[in-house]
Every structure is written in structure tokens, then in C-alpha cells.
């Protein structure tokens, strides 16, 4: 049974630090691009970060780059999301997500992906 299971959502004040878990089950971790995915109240699930399973390259929205890292260890099964420098506009619940496919945009939708998580709620205080 595929499984991916987030954690480290949390309130944080504005300009705080989370770091968010993703531990993955169920199928073969490194033939898989993972993604970060957000969706605040009212609004579409926009993509956050990804790591593509190719060459591990990382991509980022424009709105996080430079405050938030992906970063995955294969050994553990388990793709992280570093989120620094938070601003009350991060506030969502945040999803993890795998695809089989090489994933190189961050853009990329979110049916593109075959397997997600059941999502970690941030919540940023101003």
C-alpha cells in the first residue's frame, strides 16, 4: 500500500522557521519526483517545490524562493520541506506529493501526481 504521511505543520509567528516531513511507503522512492503543494482557504492548490527524480534537481515558485528548501533522503524514504523566513500569506495546508514521471516545473499540475499525502496544516500569526 502506497503511503506518504506529512508532518511538522504548526502555528508559527510571522518570520519563524517549520520544517515539514513527508515519509514515504509503499513504492520505489528514488524512481519518483516528489512535490510540495500548498492550498489556502478559498483557493486552488498551487505547486510549492519539487525535486525531480531525474537528476534531483529542485525547482520553487517564485513566492518562496530563497525562504523555503526541498531536500530529499532516500535512505529514510523521506522528503523534507525547510520553511524559513515565514509570512502570513505561507499560511495553507501543505501537501506532499510522487510522480512517476520527471518532474521539471514547479508548475506541473496537481493531477499529474499519482500519490499524495493527507496534508499538514501552517498556520503564520502576523
Known amino acids: 500500500e502506497v503511503q506518504l504521511v506529512e508532518s511538522g505543520g504548526d502555528l508559527v509567528q510571522a518570520g519563524g522557521s517549520l520544517r515539514l516531513s513527508c515519509a514515504a511507503s509503499g513504492f520505489t522512492f528514488d524512481d519518483y519526483s516528489l512535490g510540495w503543494f500548498r492550498q489556502a482557504p478559498g483557493k486552488e492548490r498551487e505547486g510549492v517545490s519539487c525535486i525531480s527524480s531525474g537528476d534531483g534537481s529542485t525547482y520553487y515558485a517564485d513566492s518562496v524562493k530563497g525562504r523555503f528548501t526541498i531536500h530529499s533522503d532516500n535512505a529514510k524514504n523521506t522528503v523534507y520541506l525547510q520553511l524559513n523566513s515565514l509570512k502570513p500569506e505561507d499560511t495553507a495546508v501543505y501537501y506532499c506529493?510522487?510522480?512517476?514521471?520527471?518532474?521539471?516545473?514547479?508548475?506541473?499540475?496537481?493531477?499529474?501526481?499519482?500519490?499524495w499525502g493527507q496534508g499538514t496544516r501552517v498556520t503564520v500569526s502576523s
Open positions: 506529493a510522487a510522480s512517476r514521471g520527471t518532474i521539471v516545473d514547479v508548475a506541473t499540475p496537481p493531477w499529474v501526481y499519482e500519490y
